[in-house]
């Protein structure tokens, strides 16, 4: 649905950022984020923000969160000094190495911590919605670690395009269901997921994957992701003497990135640049950039803004990586770049692959595709501002990248 732009007290929304007041009572980042969901779905999200003021920051479960992270996903996380890359950029670049988590990415940050709060809340049964199947396999292993029974609502097309995930997740004991209605894809997926959880909102725990969606699941996810940037903020204090001059990641929902931010917003001399997918061209349709080329309107629960016609019709994304093809974003990164906080540009498939190929061959890192927008944006940045200090989020490994890197990158090679 497509709205009128709200005019901004930019001053204000500001100050309030730089001190923490976001999400407010409404579940909203200045005017965004929110809650637009049909009547049946309120009880379930009043509880859901009921369990999150009771539990999200009490020290039992943080306590039990952080053993699970520390001893199973393998937190905290190196920070590496990218020696190759800052060489040949002309700056001083860190990796923060998500990429090195139990299942290959950061999303296991937010599976393991909302199955930990589904147990809590009583729930007899978790719930999750996948496309590139990445977010299905995070809370699938986390649902077998934590003993609860998982199913996964994933697009009839996705299955096939992400066979070896649809096995994973099966391996780990999840119900995959195939999505056959809408666009067969990660939207039907949602929808139907919500179906499953308005019929039993007390014995279902719905486990989003991103940054996006109704108020609380921004703020559920943001607060999960933020060991991220916590760390990442530490490690540079103790290994380099300073914090950087600015932080990078890439952006799909944005959960990887609000979670690098989030702790170095109120760092005023940290600049912070968002990477979207700029996929092969800045036409409606050719990308899946929704704050460097998107309106403001309302998707799956949340107001942000959004890949759409001037109808208000949602279009198809094009990007060569499946886990940032996303027509909307989290509604806090729309605030944030509404202010001037961070900067959100766009990374063409051609740059990102280039980049990966470069991270792959001085690093010895094959990072995600995703992330290799980071790693792109980050050149850019360093090329424009000689002698630099870059914090890189890298969100994940690329392993799972293999069969689009043998048709890209690999062809270039043989
Ligand atoms: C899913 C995914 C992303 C995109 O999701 P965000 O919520 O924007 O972080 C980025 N990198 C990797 C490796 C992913 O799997």
Not at 343 to 368: R, S, T, W
Request: some cysteine; aromatic content about 6%; hydrophobic content about 40%.
């Amino acid at each position: 649905m497509r709205t009128q732009p709200v005019p901004l007290d930019t001053p204000t929304l500001l100050a309030n950022v730089m001190s923490d007041v976001y999400p407010d009572a409404r579940g909203r980042f200045g005017p965004f984020g929110g809650r637009y969901v049909p009547e049946t779905l309120v009880p379930a999200l009043d509880r859901l923000q009921a369990g999150v003021d009771r539990y999200l920051h009490d020290s039992d479960f943080l306590a039990e969160l952080h053993s699970e992270l520390d001893t199973w996903v393998g937190r905290p996380t190196p920070l590496t000094h990218a020696r190759g890359l800052s060489q040949r950029w002309g700056a001083q670049v860190w990796l923060k190495r998500e990429d090195l988590t139990h299942t290959g990415a950061h999303k296991i940050n937010n599976s393991v911590g909302q199955v930990l709060l589904a147990r809590k809340l009583g729930a007899k049964r978790v719930i999750a919605e996948t496309g590139a199947g990445q977010h299905g396999v995070a809370t699938a292993a986390a649902c077998a670690r934590l003993g609860m029974p998982c199913t996964v609502y994933m697009g009839e097309i996705d299955m096939e395009r992400q066979a070896p995930n649809v096995g994973r997740m099966k391996l780990l004991g999840a119900t995959v269901v195939p999505v056959t209605s809408g666009d067969k894809t990660l939207r039907a997926s949602v929808d139907e997921a919500l179906r499953d959880w308005v019929s039993d909102p007390n014995g279902t725990y719905y486990c989003l994957g991103s940054a996006v969606g109704p108020h609380p699941y921004p703020y559920i996810v943001r607060e999960l992701q933020s060991v991220i940037g916590r760390e990442a903020r530490e490690q540079m204090l103790k290994m380099t003497g300073s914090l950087p001059d600015i932080a990078v990641a890439c952006v799909g929902g944005g959960s990887n990135a609000i979670g690098l931010f989030h702790p170095l917003v109120k760092d005023r001399g940290v600049k912070l640049l968002g990477l979207e997918a700029g996929g092969i061209g800045t036409g409606l349709g050719e990308n899946a950039a929704s704050l460097a080329y998107g309106t403001p309107g309302v998707l799956q629960g949340t107001y942000s803004l959004l890949l759409q016609d001037e109808n208000g019709q949602i279009r198809e994304t094009q990007s060569v990586s499946a886990g940032l093809d996303y027509p909307g974003v989290g509604p806090e990164h729309a605030l944030l770049m509404s202010i001037g906080r961070v900067k959100y540009e766009a990374v063409n498939d051609d740059d990102a692959l280039a980049a990966l190929a470069e991270c792959c061959a001085v690093e010895g890192i094959l990072p995600a595709i995703e992330s290799s927008h980071a790693l792109a944006g980050a050149k850019r940045f360093a090329h424009a501002n000689r002698g630099t200090k870059i914090l890189i989020g890298l969100s994940g490994r690329g392993d799972k990248d293999m069969p689009t890197l043998q048709r890209t990158v690999l062809k270039g090679l043989a």
